[in-house]
Nanobody, 117 residues
Framework: QVRLVESGGGLVQPGGSLRLSCAASGTMFSIKYMGWYRQAPGKQRELAALSHSVGGITVYTDSVKGRFTISRDNAKNTVYLQMNNLKPEDTAVYYC??????????WGQGTQVTVSS
């Protein structure tokens, strides 16, 4: 069983920054990808950023390109999301997502990010 613990959400003014962290623990073998999804009120969950283990390929949704940066500390099985120049439309619950080459994917419990003046 894999457990994901997220931290770093909160309230920030437009133009501000936050860094989300997600630490994975438990029995793990061959992480395929680590990423962040988000779900705003009344909207479907969408991918924000994803980091593939092979090749270090990263993927971002268009609305966050140039503002968000995903990174990983593989020794700690931790993924980060640095969010800069935050906008009110970034307000959402952010979920950590980890997938394995052999086995199911896992989701964190979610952390609230609110961008408001």
């Amino acid at each position: 069983q894999v457990r994901l613990v997220e931290s770093g959400g909160g309230l920030v003014q437009p133009g501000g920054s936050l860094r989300l962290s997600c630490a994975a623990s438990g029995t793990m073998f061959s992480i395929k990808y680590m990423g962040w999804y988000r779900q705003a009120p009344g909207k479907q969950r969408e991918l924000a950023a994803l980091s593939h283990s092979v090749g270090g390929i990263t993927v971002y949704t268009d609305s966050v390109k140039g503002r968000f940066t995903i990174s990983r500390d593989n020794a700690k099985n931790t993924v980060y999301l640095q969010m800069n120049n935050l906008k009110p439309e970034d307000t959402a619950v952010y979920y950590c997502n980890v997938g394995f080459t052999y086995g199911p994917e896992y989701w964190g419990q979610g952390t609230q990010v609110t961008v408001s003046s």
